[in-house]
């Protein structure tokens, strides 16, 4: 990667009308800061469904887009929607907070108001896109028909006929054209929106980085139409799980709860479904961050059912057969190695094979006392270095939280001003790092408090629903990341300087 910088703002906190940030003005937005800004990169969390607790980390689908970033303007002016169809909805209160229950609502209403008239006149590539993504959206629309017949839960608590993808559920699918022509259609403006959207970043020389969840969720459509992909007992149960073990964050560990997959199985058809995932993955992004990396090399295995992860055990992942599987059949892997968690000397050593970037994370260097790996003396040029990621706090967050001694450190490492916020004084020292890349958060930009965290690991409710307010991307913060980016060598597109004579 060149030597450059980028903003991770995920388009949920987008501001904007409707409850949740969209791919409409306000993402269009976004890009011309970025630009203007000398940011080479916009990186994104998860842009699939959402299902339980609300986080893009637990899909329906690997690869169904999120119906809640459709810009409901566009469908206005493309005659889908009237004003009179948006009127009295309830997108939730806060303008800086998502209401995930309200817009739950009023997105589906909307939606189904579009229906009809899309239906009506479908655009002239909609069958093609229907029959070029038949191999995932055609289950996909089935699985959420059969899901809203029963009331939205879960795909084992269905009556036992429904829980495999088969005659009972095409039945019963066919009676209903109507939600199956609802899931097309969202898709089908969901990846138009999208499209559309890279493509005006890109042609403003800004790259869209994407993350790609390892697991899928337990309540998935790969679940109900694929167990064969996973640990599955004769009835399609999990029998292990995924998980973290204890460490100092959890005496328990955390149970996720994903299905694992059949590793030794996917090996037999040289991992046909991960290349095909990384292949639509590539074709969305022009980066992809491998979320949960270290699991490739070995995973923290869990009984279906344990009472916490402290039950699990270390498992083999597939290792470099699956990354040597991926080049030969996709070629170069524009790949970040999300390597953060429990590390061993085998998972630096498949990160280092594999040549993909690793992350570094500057909230993780000061303890108060001690020389850490995450201080950037440490780095090498192959990373991305990050203030934080979703999963920390902001760096306002921890600085409030820290020990005198943690402050001290931080403050004489980083040579931080008396005038500089330690927000700055953190970014500054990302850019100022060897790292090829770093990566600053919007929050973190914006020098916001825990109030904006995104994420807290191991918890449900709350996450996930931090958005940035109307007008917060003032010219002078524009002026500040320019200023990062030429002091700091990551102007995009820079020469390399030259060699000494």
Known sequence: MERASGVLMPISALPGPYGIGCFGKDAYDFVDFLARSEQRYWQVLPLTTTSYGDSPYQSFSAYAGNPYFIDLDALQWDDLLKDEDLEGLDWGSDPQQVDYAAIFRARRVALERAVERFAAAPPEDFAAFCERNASWLQPYCEYMCVKEEFGLRAYHEWPREYRRRGAASAELCGRHPERILYHQMTQYLFYQQWNDLKAYANERGVLVVGDLPIYVSRD????????????????????????????????????????????????????????ERMRWTLSLYDVVRLD??????????????????????????????????????????????????????????????????????????????????????????????????????????????????????????????????????????????????????????????????????????????????????????????????????????????????
């Open 220 to 275: 998935s459509v790969e679940m109900w139409a694929q167990p064969e992909l996973f640990l599955v007992d004769a009835d399609g149960t999990p029998t292990d799980v995924a998980g973290t073990p204890p460490d100092q964050f959890s005496a328990t560990g955390q149970y996720w709860g994903n299905p694992i997959y059949d590793w030794e199985a996917m090996a037999q058809d040289g991992y046909a479904w991960w290349v």
């Open 292 to 501: 949960h990396f270290r699991g490739f090399e070995s995973f923290w295995d869990v009984p279906f059912g344990s009472a916490t992860s402290a039950a699990g055990d270390w498992a083999k992942g597939p290792g470099m057969a699956l990354f040597d599987e991926l080049r030969r059949q996709l070629g170069d892997l524009p790949i970040i190695a999300e390597d953060l968690g429990f590390l061993t000397p085998e998972v630096l050593d498949m990160r280092d094979a594999t040549g993909f970037p690793g992350m570094k994370i500057l909230q993780f260097a000061f303890d108060g006392a001690n020389e850490s790996y995450y201080m950037p003396h440490r780095y090498v040029a192959n990373t991305v270095a990050y203030v934080g990621t979703h999963d920390n706090q902001t760096l306002r967050g921890w600085w409030e939280a820290a020990t005198d001694a943690q402050r001290a450190q931080a403050d004489r490492y980083l040579h931080r001003a008396p005038d500089e916020l330690p927000s700055q004084a953190f970014c500054r020292g990302i850019a100022a790092s060897v790292s090829d890349t770093c990566i600053y958060t919007m929050q973190d930009l914006l020098d916001l408090g825990d109030e904006a965290r995104m994420n807290t690991p191991a918890t449900v409710g709350g996450n996930w629903c931090w958005r940035m307010r109307e007008g917060a991307l003032a010219p002078g913060l524009e002026a500040y990341l320019r200023d990062l980016s030429e002091t700091y060598a990551r102007v995009p597109g820079a020469p390399e300087p030259p060699l000494p004579q």
